[in-house]
């Protein structure tokens, strides 16, 4: 048996960073999780590409979902994996094979539920929006992705990280009179133009929103500038990208409004090249108060967009919740400390079960 499903959820965590599944390459760790999840449990168990997913039909009132995804960023001279200090140390430790070995241990060890479960492990979340399973799983497989609440397995340090922030991309274009840079008077420069972009970034407050108890901080920044052409040339052309970081209760249309009230009055053009949704916290629904319950109330909002963001759309209530330190992600020396996956693994327990 390759995968022990009924044991150490640590041990189990090991087995998982043990099969490589970079990005597009899950075959093999699916194939091991299904053959697991048929094998050790009475679960509904469906194969969708590279995704597995497995659930209860007991008819409860409620139904929770757990999702993670089994890719990896490519390995970084850090498998198999290694116990160091209490810490195990290898790649996807924390970003996410620990959140989905509490899952998949969770599944197969919790005999009397509360909640319907639904687990959903499923491919290539770590590349494009475009390849993302969850996604896949969405068009194909839909009425698997219903629930009451869903909990995803990324690295939150054992906090409950609620929805996400919104994201979006802008390119702030100005445009000049090419010159020779000896006769600069017969020119425009776009790049000075830029500047005032710059002081309104400089100067900008960023707001604070709360939300379900969630603090949810915006910022907006600029995070590479384009111009020029030779070092006598006065340029017709420059640019900045500008990202927007925004508070779930700001829908995509409202924040790139709110970046043209921002830049208003200057000699520029905005262009969106890029926008994502965030996700509101939903913390108030009963199966999702339930959850921040058993977790003692340990709850901040979610820096960043996640997946949780897609259950959103869904009308689902969604938290980021597992043992991984989000700063240790992708990291050549990623790591998760033990203890975080056994507590993280008793909490999830007392909530299925209360």
């Not at 068009?139 to 979006?168: F, M, N």
């Not at 384009?226 to 409202?254: K, L, Q, Y």
């Not at 997946?307 to 989000?326: C, E, K, Q, T």
Request: hydrophobic share 40%; proline share 4%; charged share 20%.
């Amino acid at each position: 048996m390759s995968l022990d499903l009924h044991g150490d959820p640590v041990a189990l965590t090991a087995a998982l960073v043990d099969i490589p599944s970079e990005s597009r390459n899950e075959k093999r760790i699916a194939d091991e999780v299904e053959a697991a999840l048929r094998e050790q449990t009475s679960l509904e168990v469906v194969r969708n590409a590279d995704a597995v997913l497995a659930r209860t039909n007991l008819g409860l009132p409620s139904r929770v979902l757990l999702a993670g995804h089994l890719d990896t960023v490519p390995a970084a001279d850090n498998l198999p994996s290694r116990l160091v200090d209490g810490e195990l140390h290898g790649c996807g430790t924390s970003d996410m094979k620990s959140g989905d070995a509490v899952f998949l241990h969770l599944a197969a060890t919790v005999t009397a539920p509360t909640h319907d479960i639904t687990l959903v492990m499923y491919d290539c979340e770590e590349i494009e929006a475009s390849a993302n399973g969850l996604g896949r799983i969405e068009r194909e497989l839909p009425e698997w992705l219903q629930a009451d609440v869903a909990i995803l397995g990324e690295p939150s340090g054992g906090y409950i990280e609620a929805g996400c922030q919104g994201t979006l991309r802008v390119v702030v274009n100005a445009t000049g009179t090419r010159a020779h840079s000896a006769r600069s008077w017969l020119g425009d420069n776009a790049i000075h133009k830029l500047g005032a972009v710059l002081d309104r970034l400089a100067s900008y407050q960023a707001r604070s929103v709360e939300i379900d108890g969630c603090t949810y901080r915006e910022g907006l920044s600029a995070v590479r500038i384009d111009g020029g052409i030779a070092g006598n040339v006065i340029p017709d052309a420059a640019s900045v990208t500008v990202n927007f970081r925004f508070a779930p209760n700001r829908s995509v249309a409202d924040a790139l409004q709110h970046v043209h009230e921002v830049f208003g009055g200057l000699d520029v053009q905005i262009e969106l090249t890029d926008s994502a949704a965030g996700a509101l916290p939903g913390l108030t629904r009963p199966a999702a108060a339930a959850l921040v319950a058993a977790a003692g109330g340990q709850v901040r909002a979610k820096y960043g967009w996640t997946d949780v963001s897609r259950f959103a759309a869904l009308g689902i209530p969604a938290v980021n919740y597992g043992p991984g330190d989000p700063n240790l992600a992708h990291r050549a020396d990623e790591r998760v400390e033990v203890e975080k996956i056994t507590a993280t693994t008793d909490m999830l327990r007392r909530y299925i079960t209360a």
